[in-house]
């Protein structure tokens, strides 16, 4: 099936879905992070916050790729070569994975805190209220619930992340699309094989809609629906 080609295609698949695991992980670091100091009292933390969001959200992902893979390559080997250090080529794995993680760090900023900011401030208030300290209030009362209104958007931001992974072929990452180009070049039939990856990328976001619908049903468990 697909002269040969399909093993190779499949082995690039398990690095898409690496480097996706990786970013979102990176991302909801970032995300925690920056709902936390959007919600904080901290003028200069809501400051640097709102302007982490407004520029990420405002310029197009395969820019701030090529921008901080090549151009942090240069300040990285400029600082290297001052130091004596020598060349330093940057992995495009931690170069497309860290990118990610920050680019959609700042749209799961947004997620998280809308999501905290969901929860009725009561609640945590009537919890150190009877004594609860604020770290069994974060992890009885905010997070469990954080979690149930953060789902539908955070479903959104990782199915755009893997749709996203596409674009570290172009930086050198083998990956699927990577391995599709070369098989491609290689029998000149460009429509089969990048049908086939259309196919498994479609399988993939399918897969994560039907087991994210599961989460939140689970949290939502005891949640009564209101109909208007």
């Known amino acids: 099936m697909l002269q040969g080609y399909l093993p190779a295609i499949l082995d690039g698949l398990r690095s898409t879905l690496l480097v996706s695991a990786v970013s979102l992980a990176i991302a909801c670091l970032f995300g925690l992070v ?9 003028r200069a933390a809501n400051i640097l916050v709102d302007a982490y969001t ?14 901080i893979f090549y151009g942090g390559q240069i300040m990285i080997n400029k600082l ?5 250090l020598g060349y330093i080529d940057i992995n495009p794995f931690i170069a497309g994975t860290t990118t990610l ?4 760090g700042a749209y799961l900023t947004e997620t998280f805190r809308g999501a905290i900011l969901a929860i009725p401030r009561g609640q945590m208030e009537a919890g150190l209220a009877y004594g609860m300290t604020r770290m069994q209030v974060l992890t009885r009362i905010t997070l469990p619930q ?7 958007g955070f479903t959104n931001n990782w199915l755009v992340m893997i749709k996203a992974t596409a674009l570290l072929s172009i930086i050198g990452l083998d990956d699927m699309v990577h ?11 460009p429509f089969t094989f990048y049908a086939t990856i259309a196919g498994i990328y479609l399988a993939v976001t399918t897969v994560s809609i039907l087991g994210l ?3 939140e049903r689970r949290f939502s468990l005891g949640v009564r629906k209101v109909e208007f």
Not at 56 to 65: N, S, T, Y
Not at 80 to 84: F, L, V
Not at 146 to 152: K, T, Y
Not at 179 to 189: D, V
């Open 34 to 42: 920056g709902a936390s100091a959007k919600l904080s009292n901290s």
């Open 54 to 67: 407004t520029l990420i959200r405002g310029l197009p992902e395969l820019v701030l790729l090529l921008l």
């Open 80 to 84: 290297a070569d001052r130091a004596g």
């Open 101 to 104: 993680g920050f680019i959609f």
């Open 146 to 152: 954080m979690v149930r209104h953060a789902i539908p």
């Open 179 to 189: 391995r599709a180009n070369l098989a491609s070049a290689a029998t000149r039939q």
């Open 213 to 215: 619908g599961w989460l």
